[in-house]
Protein backbone atom coordinates (compact mmCIF):
# COMPACT_ATOMS: atom_id res chain seq x y z
CA UNK A 1 0.00 0.00 0.00
CA UNK A 2 2.34 2.50 1.03
CA UNK A 3 5.12 3.42 -1.36
CA UNK A 4 8.55 3.61 0.21
CA UNK A 5 10.42 6.73 -0.88
CA UNK A 6 14.07 6.24 -1.89
CA UNK A 7 17.04 8.56 -0.26
CA UNK A 8 18.67 11.12 -3.00
CA UNK A 9 21.63 9.43 -2.83
CA UNK A 10 20.43 6.07 -3.83
CA UNK A 11 19.39 8.03 -7.48
CA UNK A 12 22.81 7.66 -9.81
CA UNK A 13 23.98 10.72 -11.27
CA UNK A 14 25.91 11.87 -13.70
CA UNK A 15 29.66 12.68 -12.88
CA UNK A 16 30.23 16.70 -13.24
CA UNK A 17 26.13 17.00 -13.38
CA UNK A 18 24.42 19.44 -11.59
CA UNK A 19 21.67 17.26 -8.83
CA UNK A 20 18.30 17.15 -10.14
CA UNK A 21 15.72 19.98 -7.94
CA UNK A 22 14.58 17.08 -5.99
CA UNK A 23 18.09 15.84 -4.73
CA UNK A 24 18.50 19.43 -4.41
CA UNK A 25 15.83 19.62 -2.30
CA UNK A 26 16.96 16.44 0.35
CA UNK A 27 20.23 18.12 1.11
CA UNK A 28 20.30 19.98 4.39
CA UNK A 29 23.25 22.51 5.40
CA UNK A 30 25.77 21.10 7.94
CA UNK A 31 25.68 23.30 11.31
CA UNK A 32 28.62 25.28 10.39
CA UNK A 33 26.76 26.78 7.28
CA UNK A 34 24.10 27.17 9.17
CA UNK A 35 25.15 29.68 11.97
CA UNK A 36 28.48 31.40 11.71
CA UNK A 37 31.06 31.97 14.32
CA UNK A 38 33.34 34.35 14.67
CA UNK A 39 35.94 31.89 14.10
CA UNK A 40 34.51 30.84 10.83
CA UNK A 41 33.54 34.22 9.99
CA UNK A 42 37.25 35.14 10.50
CA UNK A 43 38.93 32.70 8.45
CA UNK A 44 37.01 33.94 5.20
CA UNK A 45 35.56 37.50 6.23
CA UNK A 46 37.22 40.68 6.43
CA UNK A 47 37.75 42.50 9.59
CA UNK A 48 34.46 43.81 9.65
CA UNK A 49 32.24 40.90 9.24
CA UNK A 50 34.36 39.37 11.84
CA UNK A 51 33.34 42.20 14.18
CA UNK A 52 29.59 42.57 13.42
CA UNK A 53 29.55 38.37 14.44
CA UNK A 54 31.11 39.47 17.38
CA UNK A 55 28.21 40.56 19.24
CA UNK A 56 25.94 37.73 18.57
CA UNK A 57 28.39 35.68 21.20
CA UNK A 58 28.64 38.15 23.69
CA UNK A 59 24.81 37.90 24.39
CA UNK A 60 26.17 36.00 27.73
CA UNK A 61 28.81 38.01 30.12
CA UNK A 62 31.59 36.86 30.50
CA UNK A 63 32.22 35.81 34.04
CA UNK A 64 34.01 38.60 35.39
CA UNK A 65 31.60 40.93 34.36
CA UNK A 66 28.63 38.64 36.27
CA UNK A 67 31.63 38.88 39.27
CA UNK A 68 31.92 42.79 39.05
CA UNK A 69 27.83 43.08 38.36
CA UNK A 70 27.30 41.29 41.91
CA UNK A 71 29.94 42.93 43.52
CA UNK A 72 27.98 46.51 42.95
CA UNK A 73 24.51 44.49 43.73
CA UNK A 74 26.02 43.12 46.76
CA UNK A 75 27.54 46.65 48.06
CA UNK A 76 24.60 47.27 49.55
CA UNK A 77 25.61 45.32 52.38
CA UNK A 78 28.10 47.94 53.31
CA UNK A 79 25.38 50.40 53.94
CA UNK A 80 24.85 48.43 57.41
CA UNK A 81 28.54 49.82 58.38
CA UNK A 82 28.26 52.77 57.24
CA UNK A 83 25.68 54.65 55.11
CA UNK A 84 26.74 55.58 51.77
CA UNK A 85 29.80 53.07 51.83
CA UNK A 86 27.50 51.23 49.24
CA UNK A 87 26.77 53.83 46.96
CA UNK A 88 30.77 54.52 46.97
CA UNK A 89 31.50 50.98 46.03
CA UNK A 90 29.32 50.59 43.39
CA UNK A 91 30.29 53.83 41.98
CA UNK A 92 33.81 53.03 42.03
CA UNK A 93 32.91 49.65 40.27
CA UNK A 94 30.99 51.50 37.63
CA UNK A 95 33.68 54.24 36.86
CA UNK A 96 36.15 51.40 36.57
CA UNK A 97 33.67 49.17 34.10
CA UNK A 98 31.72 51.19 32.11
CA UNK A 99 33.73 51.67 29.20
CA UNK A 100 35.01 48.00 29.21
CA UNK A 101 31.70 46.22 29.57
CA UNK A 102 28.12 47.27 28.95
CA UNK A 103 26.75 44.63 31.46
CA UNK A 104 28.75 45.26 34.46
CA UNK A 105 28.24 49.21 33.76
CA UNK A 106 24.66 49.34 33.46
CA UNK A 107 24.12 46.86 36.17
CA UNK A 108 26.80 48.92 38.31
CA UNK A 109 24.82 52.34 37.79
CA UNK A 110 21.69 50.62 38.63
CA UNK A 111 22.97 49.28 41.99
CA UNK A 112 24.14 53.09 42.22
CA UNK A 113 20.82 54.40 41.30
CA UNK A 114 19.15 51.80 43.61
CA UNK A 115 20.85 52.81 46.44
CA UNK A 116 21.04 56.56 46.41
CA UNK A 117 16.96 56.28 46.22
CA UNK A 118 17.22 53.82 49.65
CA UNK A 119 19.15 56.06 51.08
CA UNK A 120 16.91 59.02 50.42
CA UNK A 121 13.45 57.66 50.89
CA UNK A 122 15.39 56.33 54.57
CA UNK A 123 16.92 59.93 55.58
CA UNK A 124 13.90 61.61 54.06
CA UNK A 125 11.42 58.95 56.24
CA UNK A 126 13.78 59.41 59.09
CA UNK A 127 12.82 63.33 59.19
CA UNK A 128 9.02 62.91 59.10
CA UNK A 129 9.15 60.49 61.82
CA UNK A 130 10.93 62.81 64.13
CA UNK A 131 8.59 65.10 62.56
CA UNK A 132 5.54 62.93 63.01
CA UNK A 133 6.71 62.03 67.25
CA UNK A 134 7.02 65.87 67.97
CA UNK A 135 3.73 66.86 66.83
CA UNK A 136 2.80 63.88 68.56
CA UNK A 137 4.06 64.47 71.93
CA UNK A 138 3.20 68.09 71.66
CA UNK A 139 -0.62 67.57 70.84
CA UNK A 140 -0.72 64.52 73.74
CA UNK A 141 -1.28 67.37 76.32
CA UNK A 142 -4.61 67.96 74.56
CA UNK A 143 -5.09 64.16 74.48
CA UNK A 144 -5.10 64.39 70.39
CA UNK A 145 -1.60 63.68 69.90
CA UNK A 146 -2.35 60.17 71.68
CA UNK A 147 -4.75 59.87 68.54
CA UNK A 148 -1.71 60.44 66.07
CA UNK A 149 0.84 57.84 67.83
CA UNK A 150 -0.55 54.72 66.14
CA UNK A 151 0.49 56.63 62.93
CA UNK A 152 3.76 57.98 64.09
CA UNK A 153 4.40 54.45 65.22
CA UNK A 154 3.58 53.02 62.09
CA UNK A 155 5.46 55.40 60.18
CA UNK A 156 8.57 54.75 62.47
CA UNK A 157 7.98 50.97 61.09
CA UNK A 158 8.18 51.68 57.78
CA UNK A 159 11.09 53.54 57.80
CA UNK A 160 12.57 50.85 59.34
CA UNK A 161 11.94 48.40 56.72
CA UNK A 162 13.02 50.37 53.86
CA UNK A 163 16.85 49.68 54.37
CA UNK A 164 15.77 45.94 55.15
CA UNK A 165 13.96 45.82 51.88
CA UNK A 166 16.59 47.58 49.90
CA UNK A 167 19.08 45.33 51.62
CA UNK A 168 17.30 42.20 50.37
CA UNK A 169 16.76 43.42 47.20
CA UNK A 170 20.28 44.33 46.40
CA UNK A 171 21.36 40.59 47.25
CA UNK A 172 18.68 39.43 44.82
CA UNK A 173 19.94 41.43 42.07
CA UNK A 174 23.51 40.13 43.61
CA UNK A 175 22.24 36.54 43.31
CA UNK A 176 20.81 37.25 39.63
CA UNK A 177 23.40 38.78 37.75
CA UNK A 178 26.11 36.37 39.04
CA UNK A 179 24.59 33.70 37.45
CA UNK A 180 24.07 35.62 34.46
CA UNK A 181 20.70 37.10 34.15
CA UNK A 182 19.74 40.29 33.04
CA UNK A 183 18.51 42.04 35.73
CA UNK A 184 16.71 45.30 36.33
CA UNK A 185 15.40 47.02 39.59
CA UNK A 186 11.80 48.08 39.66
CA UNK A 187 11.48 51.83 38.11
CA UNK A 188 15.03 52.45 38.73
CA UNK A 189 16.24 50.04 35.55
CA UNK A 190 13.36 51.11 33.41
CA UNK A 191 14.34 54.55 33.89
CA UNK A 192 18.29 54.34 33.42
CA UNK A 193 17.70 51.99 30.37
CA UNK A 194 15.29 54.91 29.07
CA UNK A 195 17.82 57.73 29.97
CA UNK A 196 20.84 55.35 28.60
CA UNK A 197 18.47 55.20 24.86
CA UNK A 198 19.20 58.93 24.46
Not at 4 to 14: D, H, R, T
Not at 41 to 58: C, D, G, I, Y
Not at 104 to 110: E, M, V
Given at each position: ?37 AETVAEVAPPEA ?149
Amino acid sequence: MEEEKKPAESIPAEEGSEPAPAEAALVEPTPAEAAPTAETVAEVAPPEAVAAAAPLEEARPSQNDRNLAALAHGSTLLNLVFPGLGILAALLIWLSVKERSRYAGFQSLQAVAFQVAALLATVLGGILVVVGWVVSGLLAAVLVGCLLMPFALLLTLAVILVPIAALVYGLFGAYEVYYGRDFRYWLVGEWLEQDQAR
